[in-house]
C-alpha cells in the first residue's frame, strides 16, 4: 500500500529540468501570441490609414473638379453678360 502510493505520488511531481523546459515552452508560445496579435493589429491599423488617406484624397480630387467646373461655368457666364 505505502509503495503505491509512493509511486502516485512521484508520478505527479515533475523534474525541475522538466518543469523549466515546459514554462519556456510556455513563456515562447505566450510572446509569439503577442507578437502575432500585435502585427495583427498592425497590419489593421495601417490599412485603415491607407484607406482613409484614399478616400480624403477622393474626396479632395472631386472637390477640386467640382470648383474647376463651378469656375468655367462662372467664367462663360460672365462672358456672356459683357
Known sequence: MCF???CSV???????EEERRILAKEKKASLEKYNNTLRRHTLVLRRRDIMRRKAEEEKNKVISQLL????LELETDDDEVV
Open 68 to 71: 474647376a467646373a463651378e469656375g
Open 10 to 16: 512521484m508520478e505527479f511531481q515533475t523534474d525541475p
Open 4 to 6: 503505491k502510493r509512493l
